[in-house]
């Protein structure tokens, strides 16, 4: 069974930095699986947003609003990916979801919560 389990977020003010983690357990860690690493974030009365991505290959993707503060990454034959945030500003406040996409499914975390005041 496939479980993928968010960490690190918190309230901090506009200029700090959190760390999320997610924590996936069922899923081939391998180089050779396709999986394709994803952060989402949600905002009351909003669509989920894909924020940032990374393949098993290590390539990386970013929305435009977080280039340059956002940092995404995958420990080597783990299924345990980290974004780092940095700059915070007030409308990175969000659910934010961890989802692990691969042939056998898309799976998602339960979500934690970021809240950056001003």
């Known amino acids: 069974q496939v479980q993928l389990v968010e960490s690190g977020g918190g309230l901090v003010q506009a200029g700090g930095s959190l760390r999320l983690s997610c924590s996936a357990s069922?899923?081939?860690?391998?180089?050779?699986?396709?999986?394709?690493y994803r952060w989402y974030r949600q905002a009351p009365g909003t669509q989920r947003e894909l924020v940032a991505s990374?393949?098993?290959?290590?390539?990386?993707n970013y929305t435009d609003s977080v280039k340059g503060r956002f940092a995404i990454s995958r420990e080597s034959g783990k299924n345990l990916v980290i974004l780092q945030m940095n700059n915070l500003i007030p409308g990175d406040t969000a659910m934010y979801y961890c989802?692990?996409?691969?042939?056998?499914?898309?799976?998602w975390g339960q979500g934690t919560q970021v809240t950056v005041s001003s």
């Open positions: 989802n692990i996409w691969n042939l056998g499914g898309n799976y």
């Open positions: 990374i393949t098993a290959g290590g390539v990386t």
């Open positions: 069922g899923i081939d860690p391998s180089a050779n699986a396709i999986n394709w």
